[in-house]
């Protein structure tokens, strides 16, 4: 099943069901060309993993971890399917597809065998990344959590739609930039659960951006950006400067 948050044509905002490009909530249909899809959720945070694939790890010229790298979003990041974003002005920014899981339930301290009872659904992501301060940064502050840096959707996807070894793209001007699968992740989905659940609660409606794999390269103004997920769908957002 794939679930949307949407705006109907009268300007309310709803949870319906999204179908063969039609958006359903109640006895009301849409097309999905009439509504605007949101954000599949409404994050209290984004946990986000850094170096999960060995690849992108090596194009940076950095280690693999031993343990899972965290970094954190802010809900300012937020940014929906087909919004425009504004990257920051003179500044070198790349992008980064991800797999996101959305988590359904408050939780702490999740053992691996039951991450998956917390899991509510995956969404795409697109890790925007500001590198000219990125590089100057401990925190990551203006590197990672400028406004709308994390677009994600278009919809949530239960996790029985998207295959372990799932092909995951990424595409700007149709010039395919990204493509691996998510079976080279390094940590699990049940492992970055387990521990990201160690230090903090995690929310109804939180994400954990599981890693980018290697492709990361710039956006720049008037650029499309598409990340697509086998059994997901594709997230399409443009960028100006």
Request: hydrophobic share 35%; net charge negative.
């Amino acid at each position: 099943m794939h679930r949307v948050r949407f705006r109907d044509p009268a300007g309310s905002v709803r949870q319906g069901e999204y179908s063969d490009g039609e958006v359903s909530f109640g006895d009301e249909s849409y097309d999905a060309e009439e509504v605007d899809l949101l954000a599949p959720c409404e994050p209290t945070k984004i946990v986000c993993i850094g170096r999960n694939y060995a690849a992108h790890a090596e194009e940076r010229d950095e280690e693999v971890p031993d343990r899972p790298l965290l970094f954190l979003k802010p809900p300012n990041a937020v940014a929906g399917h087909g919004d425009t974003v504004g990257l920051p002005a003179d500044r070198y920014v790349e992008h980064e597809a991800e797999l996101a899981v959305v988590i359904g339930e408050q939780c702490r301290h999740v053992d691996e065998a039951d991450a998956e009872d917390v899991i509510a659904g995956y969404t795409c992501f697109d890790d925007l990344s500001n590198r000219d301060d990125q590089d100057e940064e401990q925190n990551w502050v203006r590197g990672k959590a400028f406004d709308n840096a994390a677009p994600i959707g278009p919809v949530l996807a239960t996790p029985d739609e998207v295959p372990d070894d799932a092909r995951i793209q990424l595409r700007v001007d149709g010039e395919t930039r990204q493509d691996s699968t998510l079976d080279h992740l390094i940590f699990s989905i049940p492992e970055l659960i387990a521990e990201i659940t160690q230090y903090m609660t995690l929310e109804s409606g939180d994400v954990i951006a599981t890693g980018t794999p290697e492709g990361v390269g710039p956006v720049e103004d008037g650029n499309t950006v598409e990340v697509e997920i086998e059994g997901i769908g594709t997230l399409e957002h443009d960028v100006r400067q």
